[in-house]
């Protein structure tokens, strides 16, 4: 049974076609994987889905009485509630008819009113039938599989980094236990014991699910099928990833040979049209016209849009790039022992550890951005840095890409900003789109165009490739190899650091976390 039904969707954006007339279903129990290149329409899919964004035209049908829960990673929370406080909050409902069954248990007056025992009566078995005795139980399973144990129960959620609020977002979703979960790269933030909990829980997650991801090892373990979003169409493949693209690869190549195929009759026809349009096989000529004319063609094989990246390196005068000598950092109290380590000239660090060890604050601190609790850290005198901060936050997100980059670089020319926004893979739809509707993608994207527009000797990179795609991530780190500077890079992506960098910083190993 179809608990989602969609038909003849088609999406656009200003000169891009998302998607036009595209239609598949989403089956009681599919676990559904989404993917596709940055830009697609991936994440526009859920949000029509969901409601958030109409589309141009086709319908979106739902079965009634289904309960959705959409990871949303940007959704609003007071910053003083507390971990605890907002794990709770999935069972509001519950709570709520434990206090209306209490208070009917309190009032003398209905403990006569057969009417209200009943009332209380039908409350209680609700909330025995939902777990109600047994929340605290399964709050303390998802802590502990996500990571969030270590945080504490009463940590406000203000005082979280980006990736730990993410995932107390995600645990959030997965303690509702709604019907059907749709999740827009869940894996952003986890490390990979956190990731092997999460496809242990999917795959024993009875409802449906709608899973959009760029990490295909993932979703070659969470899904049964999958909907490829390229080119303009959304195609539906059932199987596991490696089958999908499989028979994607097939369709592609069965595709280009019925293409090249018609172009050959196509160009034999207008040959013969311009040979003999005016002679005495011109009624031949325009026989063959009339049959070009109705002729369906068929669409010419598309390469997927390919980013680049390059940057600008300012020489420095010094062979000693960066001096760190027993920093402490923290914020109330250290979270690592003292840090020792020294970089010359032209050397790239990967700093390694799980998510919210204190990685980001080691960096900050080193930039100078927060202060050290003790010990120093000294670049050299000619050092310029440019720094990629993971968190996807703006100034004034209503700007578009084109605005940003035009507020930070008054005297840029627009056609010199459309430039950089297209090698990096922004196309002039959304560089014309606000900020806060692009996807994760597409904004980091556009935080790397800015980077590229300021020569530097030294980059400091926090968790560049978190939501882009492979060919993306191929640009990126070919820039980056590259780049004759130095480079601290922190990335949780074996695949990605794997066989270039020089020095590795464990920064696990000097956690000070009980």
């Known amino acids: 049974m179809s608990l989602l039904e969609v038909d003849g969707l088609t999406m656009s954006y200003a000169d891009k076609e998302l998607y036009k007339d595209a239609s598949f279903a989403l089956e009681k129990h599919e676990h559904m994987g989404v993917v596709g290149q ?4 991936k994440s526009t899919l859920i949000k029509i889905l969901i409601g958030k964004v109409l589309p141009v035209d086709g319908t979106v049908k739902w079965q009634p009485g289904v309960s959705i829960g959409y990871l949303d ?3 609003d929370i007071p910053q003083d509630e507390t971990l605890i406080d907002f794990l709770h909050s999935a069972y509001a409902d519950l709570y709520k008819a434990e206090a209306e069954m209490n208070k009917i248990y309190q009032d003398p007056d209905a403990m006569t009113n057969q009417k209200m025992l009943d009332k ?3 409350l209680q078995e609700k909330l025995e039938t939902h777990g109600f005795y047994d ?5 303390e399973r998802v802590m502990n599989g996500l990571g969030l144990t270590e945080l504490g129960k009463d940590k406000p959620v203000g005082q979280m980094s980006g990736g730990q609020r993410s995932k107390a977002i995600l645990a959030k979703l997965l303690l509702q236990n709604p019907d059907v979960i749709l999740l827009d790269e869940p894996t952003n933030y986890l490390d990979t014991a956190h990731i092997d909990w999460l496809i242990d829980y999917l795959q024993n997650y009875d409802g449906a699910a709608m899973i959009i991801s760029h990490d295909y090892d993932f979703l070659e ?3 049964d099928t999958i909907v490829d979003v390229s080119f303009g169409k959304i195609t539906k493949y059932r199987g596991s990833f490696q089958h999908a693209m499989r028979q994607k690869a097939e369709r592609q190549e069965a595709q280009e040979k019925a293409y090249e195929k018609q172009q050959e009759v196509i160009e034999k026809a207008q040959r013969f049209i311009r040979k003999n349009k005016a002679g005495s096989k011109s009624n031949m000529a325009k026989s063959r016209e009339k049959m070009l004319n109705r002729m369906k063609r068929v669409d010419p094989p598309s390469e997927n849009l390919r980013a680049s990246f390059h940057f600008p390196y300012e020489e420095s005068g010094s062979a000693n790039a960066l001096r760190v000598e027993q920093l402490s950092v923290g914020y109330n109290k250290p979270l690592l022992k003292p840090v020792t380590f020294s970089m010359t000239m032209g050397e790239k660090m990967l700093f390694t550890g799980y998510n919210g060890v204190g990685k980001s604050t080691l960096i900050k601190t080193i930039l100078g951005k927060l202060t050290a609790k003790g010990g120093t850290a000294t670049f050299s005198p000619s050092a310029k840095v440019n ?3 993971q968190l996807l936050e703006w100034d004034q997100p209503n700007l578009t890409p084109l605005q940003t980059i035009q507020d930070l670089f008054p005297t840029m020319k627009p056609q010199t900003i459309r430039k950089k926004l297209a090698r990096a893979g922004i196309n002039a739809a959304n560089a014309a789109k606000p900020m806060h509707e692009l996807s994760g993608g597409e904004q980091t994207k556009v935080k790397l165009a800015i980077l590229e527009l300021t020569p530097c000797n030294f980059l400091v990179m926090d968790e560049p490739t978190n939501h882009l795609d492979d060919e993306t991530k191929d640009g990126l780190k070919k820039a980056l190899q590259e780049f004759p500077g130095n480079l601290i890079l922190v990335s949780h992506e074996a695949s990605f650091t794997t066989g270039w960098l ?7 190993k000097l956690s000070l976390k009980k």
């Open 38 to 41: 940055n830009g697609a329409g």
């Open 73 to 75: 990673q940007y959704v």
């Open 120 to 122: 209380a009566g039908q």
């Open 135 to 139: 929340i605290d139980t399964e709050v």
């Open 221 to 223: 373990q969470v899904t």
């Open 387 to 389: 720094y990629f901060d």
């Open 502 to 508: 020089d020095k590795v910083l464990d920064v696990e």
